[in-house]
């Protein structure tokens, strides 16, 4: 073993930390196709690859930055690469447990190494040495430079820098990278363990006089409206902002008029930092953060962080980010009203946070720290608790604050994530007082919050947060009265809620009104921006998104790295529609008037368009522009509500949506920031005339005895008293429905939270149904009895089918049901069983293709999140109502409907009509093959089409992490009514 794989020290032979800056002076990107050789053990290849003269190739190649895990390699002699994928020496991801022993620091002798090998070539003009520097190396690197070692490192999201002494022409460059490290016990976040040098490589030329460090102060005062500059360096040089009329020597102070810089006007001021050898960019921010009287305020103001928690990751190259990518993931934020991004859990590539800057998101950047791995070990070792880890520990720190301490977009500075508690974090928050005391500190996870400048929490139930809101929580244990009192004063920021795994999250509507009706809330990030999963191909040649469990190791952390708004290529789920809506920075809501609540901290409404739209039964009959008067922040104001027409024959919805009025540098104009939806003639009365039966009743036309019954259009087996055709459609059904195919949030951890084994333990899947009468009544009603139950159980529903026929084209179903037996999962558990469904369920011909529906749309809907879905006409495909999360679940539900039409070629349209309104899926396949599904390419075709007609499905939670679905949400277990009209 290389004895500094398992130092406590963090490096030998780096240079000391600074800015991350733009400047004049040249550099080489050494970026590329290196040399590489993996090696099983820290030996590596030995010391011949030093060598000016060693004979590189054979050897494979791998692009520099990257993950050699995520690359194929071509070994020597073979033709076809080979992926390292799906193997030991491949990507693992664990969530909390380290995949090395508990034996800090050291490593296995198992621990994968990669040998990296560079000649490059240095121009005759370079002039003198240079620094090299590299943005991130996972997990371990040591480097040497023309065979002399330069030196390494830990600290695997952080850079590292060398003197470099490099010679004109051909230069060898060798770095060897262990997978495993001492630092390894450092940085145990919930991820993929993806060795490599990952970010890019580069050769920094250092003219003499050049500008090593600086250090930008632009505070900025709101009562006076001026910005005062001070700009720190280590050399002589001068300060010059051109539009701002500055041009002092640095160190030097000036105060002038300006704008502030905010995540909602990131206004920057661009100028140069000039010393007699360099020049550096300076991209000047003016901005003033600090908390007053237990409220976080911005330039004076209370600001609100509607945060997202950022990891970065790509389904190709894992956390090797391209600037495109990187700028797409802060456009996809600003489009769905987030303001803050949480770097969780480690600095991300410095270009994502000039990216910040420039078009205006507020940073919480999070050092690469974590240690929670020692909880397997009851917290014992922790390394923020022993001295002998202080010096690691304060060099992540230092690192981070020194590369990123100009950029106006970091708010505030997060020590660690989930790493417990340690003398060492009162070390880390006094250094980085005294280098920053501009910026606030975050640690969430130390009950006494001493460290912190904020109380913070992960996961809170909706309860727990309305008592934080009001400063009533309950007191955490082991914490003394004082820090108990200082919590308690805090602002509260909460780093991680809704956690967005699979189908989800719900009460997204629920957590805004609570946080933002309270001045001591500051902000919320919910978990997490993107799935964490690599496209990968099966042996069948099926492409597919490859979680952990895909992965033959243990520890596993599964799929649970399956838990963003974003799907692994981007694709935004329903998850970020819904946060977007809940989010919108301003509210309109349309009662006899239109009422413009403007929620943003700093912009008035002066950049939004307003426009409205009336619709006639989900058919628009007019629009217009609406006249708002402009709306400063935190202000409200009612306008009439637009003339048009009001006399129609169904329900008329006006919308009123606020858009941009011009382009603006992170969306087109006319990108809808809000909206709001009004019925101004309705509301919506269930089947209405059209269902009522008519006068005559058309009689059933055989006697009980025949094994058909007909029913106007419908044609039933008189021995089940299920429909078999309608208006010449041969169908099945309806059966009664309480299941649904579990989501991640139903099979969430513990008691109240995995609902989904409690359906399993008590058969809820697998329902048995038996017809216990049929029968015609005299005015021709056609009346099924039955009941619904499962094997063993007592529990189960008794439910009357009444059929009445409606005219020639039409039966109307009035289904009543009612539960009996004792819905607890055994007489010794006594868990309390909730039916994730109660509805109908019909098979119909494979041959339907496309439904239409007015009703809540286009995208799915559920009770806990429905807030993006509004009330319209819509069509689509049947394919295109499926929601394709990767590892597949319930999905695609609408809400609220009025009415649905199925059409398919060679098949008379079918409508259904509900009353109340009904919620439906629709899909080529059955729960069941959804829940057995473990791929989406699993789901086939089963020749038929399945319908559901709900009276209602349960909400979504987001208890795959988190608290209990609430029990709002959940479908009371009493007699239901519901009606339902058929017609082709
Ligand atoms: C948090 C943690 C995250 C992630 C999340 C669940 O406890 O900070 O890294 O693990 O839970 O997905």
């Not at 194929?72 to 992926?83: D, F, K, L, N, Y």
């Not at 977009?409 to 280098?435: C, P, Q």
């Not at 629009?623 to 202000?635: F, K, N, Q, T």
Request: charged share 25%; aromatic share 8%; net charge negative.
């Amino acid at each position: 073993m290389q004895p500094y794989v398992e130092s406590f020290a963090p490096g030998s032979g780096r240079r000391r930390p600074r800015a991350d800056a733009l400047s004049d002076a040249r550099r080489l990107n050494l970026n590329g196709m290196w040399a590489f050789r993996l090696s099983p053990t820290a030996e590596g290849t030995g010391d011949a690859f030093l060598a000016d003269d060693f004979d590189d190739s054979p050897w494979d190649r791998v692009a520099v930055p990257g993950h050699w895990v995520l690359q194929h390699v071509t070994p020597p002699g073979e033709q076809a690469p080979r992926s390292l994928r799906g193997t030991a020496d491949g990507p693992l991801y664990t969530n909390t447990a380290l995949p090395i022993p508990l034996d800090p620091p050291r490593v296995p002798t198992e621990n994968p190494t990669g040998d990296y090998r560079l000649v490059f070539t240095v121009p005759e003009d370079w002039h003198g040495d240079g620094v090299l520097r590299f943005q991130g190396v996972d997990s371990c690197a040591k480097v040497w430079l023309n065979g002399a070692e330069l030196g390494w490192s830990t600290g695997s999201r952080l850079p590292f820098e060398f003197d470099a002494p490099v010679r004109a022409g051909a230069n060898v460059l060798a770095v060897r990278v262990h997978r495993w490290s001492s630092g390894t016990y450092l940085e145990d976040q919930d991820m993929w363990w993806l060795p490599g040098i990952f970010r890019d490589v580069e050769l920094l030329a250092r003219p003499t006089a050049a500008i090593d460090d600086h250090f930008v102060h632009a505070d900025y005062d709101a009562a006076t409206g001026t910005g005062t500059l001070r700009v720190d360096t280590d050399v002589p040089a001068t300060v010059e902002i051109p539009e701002l009329g500055v041009c002092m020597p640095a160190g030097e102070t000036a105060t002038v008029p300006v704008e502030p810089w905010s995540a909602e006007s990131p206004r920057l001021y661009r100028g140069v930092l000039r010393s007699a050898g360099e020049t550096v960019e300076l991209a000047v921010g003016f901005r003033r953060v600090e908390i007053r009287d237990g409220v976080l305020l911005a330039n004076g103001r209370r600001i609100f962080l509607a945060g997202v928690n950022r990891h970065e990751h790509d389904q190709d190259t894992g956390r090797t980010l391209d600037v495109a990518t990187m700028r797409e993931d802060i456009l996809l934020m600003k489009r769905a009203n987030l303001n803050a991004v949480r770097t969780s859990h480690y600095p991300p590539h410095p270009e994502f946070l000039r990216l910040c800057d420039e078009l205006g998101m507020w940073v919480v950047e999070e050092c690469d720290l974590e240690t929670h791995g020692f909880i397997y070990d009851g917290w014992a070792r922790n390394p923020p608790a022993l001295p002998e880890w202080r010096a690691a520990l304060e060099d992540r720190v230092r690192r981070m604050v020194e590369r990123d301490k100009n950029r106006p977009s970091v708010l505030l500075w997060s020590m660690a994530n989930e790493s417990w508690t340690g003398e060492t974090f009162g070390v880390l928050e006094r250094l980085i007082r005294d280098r920053d005391p501009s910026r606030p500190i975050l640690y969430e996870r130390d009950p006494s919050y001493r460290n912190s400048d904020f109380y913070s929490l992960m996961y809170p139930s909706l309860e727990a947060l309305e008592l934080i809101a009001r400063r009533e929580e309950p007191r955490p244990e082991r914490v003394t009265d004082e820090e108990d009192a200082r919590r308690r004063s805090l602002p509260f920021l909460l780093v991680e809620y809704a956690h967005a795994m699979g189908n989800g999250p719900g009460s997204l509507a629920d957590y805004d009104r609570i946080l933002r009706g309270s001045e001591r809330c500051c902000g919320a990030f919910v978990w997490e921006w993107i799935d964490h999963g690599f496209r990968s191909v099966d042996l069948a040649g099926a492409e597919f998104t490859m979680h952990g469990a895909d992965v033959d190791y243990s520890p596993n952390g599964g799929r649970f790295c399956l838990d963003g708004l974003l799907f692994s290529d981007r694709t935004p789920s329903p998850g970020l529609a819904e946060l977007a809506k809940v989010l919108e920075p301003v509210r309109v809501s349309i009662s006899d008037r239109v009422t413009v609540r403007n929620r943003y901290d700093f912009l008035t409404t002066g950049h939004l368009a307003f426009r409205w739209t009336l619709e006639d039964d989900g058919v628009e009959v007019a629009s217009g522009a609406l006249d708002v008067p402009l709306v400063l922040p935190g202000e409200t104001v009612e306008v009439p509500l637009p003339a048009g027409p009001r006399e129609a024959a169904g329900e008329t919805w006006l919308t009123v949506q606020a858009m941009l009025a011009a382009d603006a540098s992170w969306a087109s104009a006319g990108h809808v920031v809000a909206w709001g939806q009004g019925l101004l003639n309705g509301p919506f009365d269930g089947l209405r005339d059209r269902s009522t039966p008519v006068a005559d009743p058309v009689e059933a036309t055989m006697p009980l005895t025949a094994s058909v019954l007909r029913l106007g259009p419908a044609v039933f087996d008189a021995r089940n008293g299920r429909l078999t055709e309608f208006a010449g459609i041969p169908l099945d059904g309806p059966e009664l429905d309480v299941y649904r195919a579990p989501t991640e949030n139903d099979r969430g951890q513990g008691g109240r939270n995995d609902l989904a084994s409690v359906w399993k333990a008590v058969g809820l899947d697998r329902m048995l149904h038996r017809t216990d009468q049929v029968a015609v009544e005299n005015d021709g009603t056609l009346v099924v009895r039955g009941r619904t139950g499962t094997a063993a159980h007592n529990h189960g529903l008794r439910s009357v089918f009444r059929w009445t026929a409606v005219a020639d084209s039409a039966v109307r179903l009035d289904v009543d049901v009612d539960f009996e037996g004792a819905w607890t999962d055994t007489p010794f558990r006594q868990r309390d069983i909730v039916v994730p469904r109660l509805g109908l369920r019909f098979r119909l011909p494979g041959d339907y293709a496309n439904a239409e529906w007015f009703g809540r749309g286009p995208g799915e809907s559920y009770v806990d999140s429905q807030a993006a879905a509004r009330v319209g006409r819509f069509r689509t495909s049947i394919d295109g109502l499926q929601t394709p999360y990767p590892v597949p679940q319930e999905n695609g539900n609408h809400l609220d409907t009025r009415w649905l039409r199925l059409t398919g070629a060679g098949l008379p349209e079918l409508r259904v009509d509900g009353a109340p309104t009904f919620a439906f899926t629709v899909r080529r396949w059955t729960s069941e093959e959804l829940e057995r599904a473990r791929k989406p390419h699993d789901l086939v075709d089963s020749g038929a089409v399945w319908l559901n007609v709900d009276a209602a499905q349960q909400g979504i939670g987001s208890a795959s992490c988190g608290p209990a679905l609430p029990d709002g949400y959940r479908i009371p277990r009493e007699r239901t009514s519901w009606s339902v009209l058929l017609q082709a």
